[in-house]
């Protein structure tokens, strides 16, 4: 063998070695960038659920139709629904009261997605005060399990169930 | 006078300057490509094993959590053993420091606790520790000083564990009650 076929031979063979790395490298990009598309869409899935608790429990007699508005644009189907029909009890409530409710998100967890949907676990608490009252503040504890459906680019809490 | 099929004095050598760089090139692009194949497959690993883990401690932490927070007074020791044996670290101090202050106050109030899990869900994956969000109901049942009847009630009670694999097992590294900064 001389020089020249011993070099035709190594072109070849690195030719044969770069076409196999390219179709490897765009096949694992293709991967990789799936795979951290579902990380991310599993980040806005349970910062979507925390939000929302939030929202549900962050709410002030004399911001109530800004703090039911926000909790509102939160939800969607069933959840936004069930509050919609509940949340002229909570407006009136919270006026008559004077209720100052602050909440503090504690935790979110996922159990299962499918992409399109999540099962995510939330825990959040609040503190209520009642403006000209002398009653003492009072803590309490929530938990809920929330679906949470992507609507087009974001994602909303479809069902939220507090766990007694 | 123009030699369209002959050598020019001195291009063998060219020629061979040429192909040494054509294959230094090839050898560049081949390295650089199995350095950028190297990178993602390792990338691709972690985040698929993220999703594997966190299924993984998820099922020991539900499997657990009852052995971890249940008790009976009866067969504290036992319980609190069997319960030391799940942890690791810093917790299996705290546990070994749990029965010598548990022990006592469970004897003398006749108390027993069972703790059910509802739910569970993974909060996050960090190399090899998961953090795991669990629901649970913990039934207690004593008899205060003082009292003739024992005193029973049933709490709504969320915890976070801690999971870290150790070897094939998951072992709770830690475990938080969620209030506060705790």
Redesign the interface.
């Known amino acids: 063998m001389n020089?020249?076929a011993v070099?035709l031979a190594?072109?070849s063979i690195?030719?044969v070695?770069?076409t196999v790395?390219?179709v490897?490298?765009v096949w694992?990009?293709w991967?990789?960038s799936a795979?951290?598309l579902a990380?991310d869409e599993r980040a806005k899935a349970l910062n979507a659920a925390g939000a929302h608790a939030v929202n549900l429990l962050s709410v002030s007699h004399k911001t109530i139709d800004e703090d039911i508005k926000r909790a509102l644009s939160s939800a969607t189907g069933r959840a936004k629904a069930e509050f919609a029909r509940d949340s002229e009890v909570l407006k009136k409530t919270t006026v008559d009261d004077k209720i100052l409710q602050t909440a503090v998100l504690?935790?979110?967890?996922?159990?299962t997605t499918d992409g399109s949907t999540a099962?995510?676990?939330v825990?959040a608490?609040s503190l209520v005060r009642w403006e000209d009252s002398e009653a003492a503040p009072a803590k309490r504890?929530y938990?809920w399990?929330m679906q949470v459906t992507k609507v087009g680019r974001s994602w909303l809490v479809s069902e939220a169930e507090r766990?007694? | 006078m123009t030699r369209p099929f002959g050598r020019h004095p001195g291009e063998p050598v060219r020629r061979g300057r040429e192909g040494a760089w054509v294959l230094v090139m090839l050898g560049a692009v081949t390295l650089a490509l199995a350095a950028a194949v190297g990178v993602m497959w390792v990338d691709l690993g972690r985040l698929r094993a993220g999703e594997t883990l966190g299924r993984e401690a998820m099922a020991s932490a539900r499997a657990v959590a009852a052995d971890m927070l249940s008790y009976d007074y009866r067969t504290i020791e036992q319980d609190l053993t069997r319960a030391r044996e799940l942890t690791t670290g810093s917790l299996t101090e705290h546990y070994r420091e749990l029965a010598r202050t548990l022990v006592p106050t469970a004897r003398s109030q006749q108390a027993v606790q069972q703790a059910t899990v509802s739910e569970a869900a993974v909060e996050r994956v960090e190399g090899e520790r998961v953090d795991v969000l669990v629901f649970m109901n913990i039934a207690t049942t004593k008899t205060l000083p003082g009292e003739a009847q024992p005193q029973h009630e049933v709490i709504p009670n969320r915890a976070r564990f801690v999971m870290v694999r150790s070897g094939s097992k998951w072992m709770v590294a830690g475990l938080s009650t969620l209030l506060g900064s705790a």
């Open positions: 020089g020249g070099r190594i072109v690195l030719g070695l770069i790395l390219i490897m490298a694992l990009w991967q990789v795979a951290q990380a504690r935790a979110t967890g996922l159990i099962r995510v676990l825990v608490d504890f938990r399990n766990v007694p």
